[in-house]
């Protein structure tokens, strides 16, 4: 039969901290990685992200309400006018409560996503009881034989 051979414990280790740098990148990218569009673009996608206040759950980007209408206008020009995306993010957020869909990622609210990835990778990097004691207990390679298990227990019923 064919003998597994696991990977040595220090290549595990590189494995699940490369996989950790990944996944803590892509968060970061995800978080940071905004671009900006131009035109009739930029404004639906700012649109996207402001809440309607008439709406229930639906941002100014896909409603037709007289709010929205006026909303998608006043982006327009704000646009135009070369406002960035915070400035106009900001306007909205100082005239009206909780309209913005997509909180900022910044300060506390980052700490919101981050600390649970964190929490996870530290708790599954550190070594548990059990990896410690199985590593400590020697393991004879001729007892995982048939033949070495049967002298194991010979030994062991004439011992008691």
Known sequence: MGAERRAPLSTRRLAWGLLGVVVLVAL?????????ADGEDRVMA??????????SGESVAGSQTDFAV??????RKRVAAGATDD??????????DDVLLNPSSSG???????????????????????????SSTP???????????????RVAIAAA
């Open 70 to 75: 006026e909303a998608r206008e006043d982006i």
């Open 87 to 96: 400035e106009i993010f900001g306007y909205f957020s100082s005239r009206y």
């Open 46 to 55: 700012l649109a996207a992200q402001i809440r309607c206040v008439q709406c």
């Open 139 to 153: 393991v004879d390679p001729s007892s995982r034989t048939t033949a070495g298990w049967r002298a194991d227990h």
């Open 28 to 36: 970061v990218i995800g978080a940071l990685g905004r671009r900006s």
């Open 108 to 134: 506390l609210s980052a700490l919101v996503w981050v600390l649970p990835v964190a929490a996870f990778s530290s708790s599954s990097s550190s070594r548990s009881p059990y990896s410690s004691w199985r």
